[in-house]
């Protein structure tokens, strides 16, 4: 997935810690996106980012908050993990809202 | 109900093999309509792109868009052990001012193709 980076790639952490994920991106696309990826479920959208500091939810954005201070970085914080948050976390970014997404390799959080 | 359903299958079918895969949706907002393959523990990948009603063929791949009956459809001919993957179905309605290029993804079809 060039361009793209996210870390870490596998985590496990206890019910009720923060957590922050990160996604790099070296394209300078504009948009950002963060979504889980749980079976049955598909993909579903949890925060979106058009541009540094503009950040709005999604379709599951409760339970969680994201930052993005510059145009590469967006950050998703679990601000206290729950059982129900274990799956994988994948971001995408776009240099147009017309645009396909290109993903990141995911991340793959397991909650205990 | 979903904006956007799709038979999560899976589905198996021999080397050769033509494949038709297909959404239906409920927002009539749509426009952009896209195609996704996901390897195993691998981010999805753009596959195939259509903007509005039509078709688009790259290679094996053709993409069908039915607007009037809110149905996408993807097509592999001459399938190949290469393409068992899981294909997941994309839609925005980009444009409309306040999509911000958000895409509603269908729950994806779980393909093997076998030899």
């Known amino acids: 997935d060039a361009g793209i980076t996210q870390s870490p790639r596998h985590k496990v952490t206890e019910t009720g810690t923060p957590v922050t994920l990160r996604c790099h991106q070296t394209?300078?696309?504009?948009?950002m996106y963060w979504y889980r990826q749980d079976p049955g479920h598909g993909l579903r959208l949890i925060h979106y980012?058009?541009?540094?500091?503009?950040?709005d939810k999604g379709e599951v954005s409760d339970g969680y908050s994201v930052s993005r201070s510059k145009t590469e970085d967006f950050l998703l914080t679990l601000e206290s993990a729950t059982s129900s948050q274990t799956s994988v976390y994948f971001c995408a970014t776009s240099a147009r809202d017309s645009d396909g997404y290109t993903f990141g390799s995911g991340t793959r959080l397991t909650v205990v | 109900q979903k904006e956007v359903e799709q038979d999560p299958g899976p589905l198996s079918v021999p080397e050769g093999a033509i494949v038709s895969l297909n959404c239906t949706y409920s927002?009539?907002?749509?426009?952009?309509f896209m195609w996704y393959r996901q390897y195993s523990r691998k981010g999805p990948e753009l596959l195939m792109y259509t903007y509005s009603s039509g078709n688009k063929e790259d290679g094996r791949f053709t993409a069908q868009v039915d607007k009037s009956s809110k149905y996408i459809s993807l097509f592999i001919r001459d399938s190949q052990p290469s393409d068992s993957a899981t294909y997941l179905c994309?839609?925005?309605?980009?444009?409309?001012?306040?999509?911000?290029?958000?895409?509603?993804f269908g729950q994806g079809t779980i393909l093997t193709v076998h030899p």
């Open positions: 980012s058009y541009g540094v500091k503009d950040t």
């Open positions: 994309a839609m925005s309605a980009s444009g409309s001012g306040t999509s911000y290029g958000k895409l509603t």
């Open positions: 394209e300078n696309h504009r948009y």
């Open positions: 927002n009539s907002a749509f426009q952009y």
